[in-house]
């Protein structure tokens, strides 16, 4: 194993990245900011001095992502294809949780640009909360999944890092936990589907699949829901987590699992 | 910056969405307010009403989203979504986007991006209620095929 940002004589050195095939690379990275409940309260209600927190702690990280060469010496400037910070409200926390996502077609990594980007994301939630708690804390900022380039895939869990201390939770479950204090996942229909199946949600508990993938709970939602075929329509569109999904992915306890036509806002 | 989404069952006014968005602010040039309307016609005539659905929490994560994109894309000072939903009838208002910029040209076309994506990508959904029964509204392929020109992964900086 090498640093290949230092040079023979271990002196700092950008990589030449020339040469370097041009693949699609991909990075997650996560944070959290620890707050009083009051604080979150507040941020829930959307009622803060200074507005809307999370479009603007949104809009920082993104803009943090793209000047990450400017803040890290030796990081190129890339062009990112895609940045994205999304937030959740962790009552048990009590707080936010931040991910970031990154994309760029490019022969560098964008581990950087995810990790500032959930970074800044942070300090823009301690700034635009600071008014009312001072004590924040902002803290398990780390790099959850990175793909393409050399060392290909990359994933916290498989990488047998020890899960970090997420936050002073109580009890083991919740720090593993993204909310929900069971193993239970939500499954919602929306629309005309919603009418069509005569249901709006049900909760399946990851217990009762046979692994804890999307394919499985789809399988089993054609046993568990009447006219459950409705779903297999290839113009039926899945979000898990409130984004949408296409293909396979495994699903957490507490995620929440949507099926709804295509959208016609506007 | 002064970004905001909003869903909600009230009518909006897109003049005081342009006052909120500007404020004392005078380095804004040019604002470009996009109001979607509900018609009287669609795919059947006679639409006495419509119903706007949608899928709270990840709809207004979807308009953040085009929000941030358009941010992304082009030199903006500030933006807005405003989509009503609920019981609506013809001629009443369902969406504004409004976006605020130093040039005219960022304004109109992160207007238009945001729009176009909203259509395709924000969680709402509409029934119409005609005189000959109520139904789903489908999506159009003209949507769809309205997000090809921003398909590059080049960034316009204005």
């Known amino acids: ?175 593993h936990s993204s909310g929900l204090s069971s193993d239970q996942i939500t499954v919602r229909f929306f629309a005309e589907l919603r009418e069509s199946l005569g249901m709006e949600s049900l909760t399946v508990p990851l217990a009762e699949l046979a692994d804890s993938r999307l394919s499985t709970l789809r399988a089993s939602l054609l046993q568990r829901v009447q006219s459950g075929e409705l779903l297999e329509q290839p113009r039926i569109l899945c979000a898990v987590n409130h984004e949408v999904v296409q293909g396979d992915i495994t699903l957490s306890p507490g995620d929440e699992i949507a099926f709804f036509p295509p959208v016609t806002g506007g | 910056m002064n970004f905001s989404v909003t869903v909600q069952q009230e009518s909006f006014d897109i003049g005081q969405l342009q006052q909120q968005l500007t404020g ?76 605020a910029s130093a040039h005219r040209q960022a304004a109109f076309e992160a207007c238009a991006y945001s729009m176009d994506h909203l259509k395709t990508r924000a969680p709402f959904w509409k029934k119409e209620h005609t005189r000959s029964g109520d139904y789903w509204v489908s999506e159009r392929a003209s949507d769809n095929e309205a997000l090809q020109r921003w398909r590059s992964d080049e960034r316009i900086d204005r």
């Open chain 1, 1 to 175: 194993m090498t640093l290949t940002h230092l040079d023979e004589r271990g002196q700092a050195s950008m990589v030449d990245v020339h040469g370097k095939d041009e693949t699609r690379r991909e990075a997650v990275a996560s944070g959290w900011i620890r707050m009083q409940p009051d604080t979150l309260k507040l941020l829930v209600d959307d009622s803060m001095p200074k507005g809307d927190v999370l479009a603007t702690a949104r809009i920082a990280g993104i803009q943090a992502a793209k000047r990450t060469h400017e803040l890290i010496p030796l990081c190129h400037a890339l062009m990112l294809s895609k940045v994205s910070v999304d937030f959740e409200f962790d009552h048990r926390l009590p707080g936010v949780r931040v991910r970031s996502f990154c994309r760029l077609a490019g022969r560098t990594g964008v581990e950087m640009e995810a990790l500032t980007a959930a970074s800044v994301a942070c300090l823009t939630l301690y700034d635009m909360c600071k008014a009312v708690d001072r004590g924040m804390v902002i803290g398990g900022v780390q790099l959850e999944s990175k793909s393409g380039g050399r060392s290909g895939e990359w994933h916290r869990e498989d990488a047998g890092v020890e899960a970090v201390e997420h936050g002073p939770a109580d009890d083991e479950a919740a720090v």
């Open chain 2, 24 to 99: 004392e602010r005078t380095d804004i040039g040019a604002i470009a307010a996009f109001t979607g309307r509900v018609r009287d016609f669609s795919e059947r005539p006679d639409i006495l009403a419509m119903t706007l659905e949608h899928y709270p929490g990840m709809t207004e994560s979807s308009l953040r989203a085009v929000l941030a994109e358009a941010c992304e894309r082009w030199s903006i000072s500030a933006g807005c979504i405003v989509h009503r939903v609920g019981r609506l009838q013809p001629g009443d208002d369902i969406v504004a986007v409004v976006i």
